[in-house]
């Protein structure tokens, strides 16, 4: 019966129980809408604030650790990038820094971890306590730089830098030149700042100081091509003309009187020839290589030594013998003290279970730059 109404009442205007179903029905999509879009726009705020929050309040526990480092010794090199910038180079930027005029404090720290440097150098002036030119330096050179409490073109100086080398030029060469322009004052430093950013956006880009890994193994496949394909080249040459002059001699040769094929006798001289030829062609070339391609260098950064390459090793195992987490103090923090809390319960947890046992974690980044080359 009722779907006989239906159907019966389908070209009619809406009955009054009809109108208010769809009316409810209506509200009912319009509330889960609503609280779709609400659930949406919350996920999507909470990691804009964090986001948005300044690196100071995210992380206070890495402006006190580095403030500490610096406390001890006015310029911090991280144990995090031997390859890039190993530690055994901080006397190198401390003489640097001796040049500035000012007081001078370095922090050179992984690329990953400056995340709004701005606030950090803020937050570890703060907490230093003390006045000067921070400088901040990651593997590719000077970050950023503000002074506190004194006079020195930070800004001016960084722009030079940036500007003026190629990036490849290291963050030691890239600090230098931060100093030799902090100490010509602030009018010539603002003034070649301008200059270097005219010419940087003009075309005149710097070019690379040193060869990158591509490009040295593109040389050695063409040295190795060179070495090997020239001499064989003349070799398989000089076998070809061999066999067409037998095959076809020339008129003027004379034939034996047996009818046989025409034989002569080579000097011995010129059945070297070829050969010593091939050889003297290859030596050639590998004397020629390196003054064709005289990059000696990898890079600007000496090689690390063992205690570079272990330090941060022995930093963490140091702190895994006090706690069985450890989160890298060198870097913005990614776990809240409740997420912390959380885990110290569970480890705990675990090892009180059947079957269960210690249990270490570590908090740290993992960079190609790093001891474990990842």
Not at 180 to 189: F, H, L
């Amino acid at each position: 019966m009722r779907e006989a109404t239906t159907l019966t009442t389908a070209g009619r205007p809406p009955t009054r129980h009809t109108a208010s179903s769809a009316f409810r029905l209506l509200l009912t999509l319009c509330g889960l809408t609503a609280l779709l879009l609400t659930s949406t726009v919350a996920l999507t705020a909470a990691p804009a604030r964090a986001a948005d929050a300044p690196a100071a309040s995210r992380s206070p526990a890495q402006a006190a650790y580095l403030a500490d480092r610096l406390r001890e010794n006015p310029v911090h090199v991280t144990d995090q990038l031997p390859r890039e910038v190993p530690r055994s180079m901080a006397p190198d930027f401390a003489r640097l820094a001796e040049r500035t005029g000012v007081p001078t404090y370095v922090l050179v720290l992984p690329g990953q971890s400056t995340s709004g440097e701005d606030d950090l150098l803020g937050a570890v002036h703060d907490r230093l306590g003390r006045d000067g030119l921070f400088v901040l330096l990651d593997e590719s050179g000077v970050r950023q730089a503000a002074a506190y409490g004194v006079r020195a073109p930070a800004e001016a100086a960084r722009t030079t830098a940036a500007f003026e080398l190629p990036y490849d030029a290291g963050p030691l060469r890239s600090f230098g030149r931060f100093v030799d322009v902090v100490a010509q004052g602030t009018e010539k430093a603002e003034a070649r700042a301008d200059a270097a950013r005219e010419k940087f956006q003009a075309g005149a880009e710097p070019e690379e100081m040193y060869i990158g890994p591509s490009d040295r193994q593109n040389q050695s496949f063409v040295t190795g091509i060179a070495l090997t394909g020239v001499p064989l080249t003349i070799l398989l040459t000089s076998l070809c003309v061999r066999r067409a002059r037998r095959r076809f001699p020339r008129a003027a040769t004379p034939r034996p009187k047996d009818g046989g094929r025409p034989t002569a006798t080579r000097p011995k001289w010129r059945r070297l020839l070829v050969p010593g030829l091939a050889l003297a062609t290859a030596a050639a070339i590998a004397l020629t290589a390196p003054l064709v391609f005289d990059q000696t260098k990898r890079g600007p950064t000496p090689l690390p030594t063992s205690g570079d390459m272990t330090a941060r090793v022995e930093r963490v195992a140091a702190g895994l013998a006090r706690d069985p987490v450890y989160v890298d103090p060198e870097s913005p923090q990614v776990l809240d003290t409740t997420q912390l809390s959380r885990l110290h319960d569970r480890i705990e947890r675990f090892g009180r279970s059947e079957g269960g046992g210690p249990v270490y974690v570590t908090v740290v980044p993992h960079l190609p730059e790093d001891e474990s080359a990842r």
